[in-house]
């Protein structure tokens, strides 16, 4: 069973840093297609921020670009979401994902419970 546990969720002053860690257990690691999304109140889950399975192909949704920074370590089994700059409307729960590359689809296939980011102004 494949499990991904987020951390690292919690309540800031717009311009500061928040780091998140997304540790994937149960699975392949390195066959993951990592990726962040976040949803905010009221609103749809968004893509964030996705990393390739050796980390060479990264990217961003334009609002974060600059801000945040995607890696990972697979040593360590895990995907980090490095957050500067923080503004108010990056408010949301955070989720980790992971698309197995070797499954069919387009769709991620594991998904975290998420962990709350919140940003005042």
């Known amino acids: 069973q494949v499990q991904l546990v987020e951390s690292g969720g919690g309540l800031v002053q717009a311009g500061d840093s928040l780091s998140l860690s997304c540790i994937v257990s149960?699975?392949?690691?390195?066959?993951?297609?990592m990726g962040w999304f976040r949803q905010a109140p009221g609103k749809e889950r968004e893509f964030v921020a996705t990393?390739?399975?050796?980390?060479?192909?990264?990217d961003y949704v334009d609002s974060v670009k600059g801000r945040f920074t995607i890696s990972k370590d697979n040593a360590k089994n895990t995907v980090f979401l490095r957050m500067n700059s923080l503004k108010p409307e990056d408010t949301a729960v955070y989720y980790c994902?992971?698309?197995?590359?070797?499954?069919?689809?387009?769709?991620?296939?594991?998904w975290g419970r998420g962990t709350q980011v919140t940003v005042s102004s």
């Open positions: 149960g699975g392949t690691f390195s066959n993951y297609l």
């Open positions: 990393i390739s399975r050796g980390g060479g192909t990264i």
């Open positions: 994902a992971a698309k197995d590359v070797f499954r069919a689809g387009v769709d991620y296939d594991y």
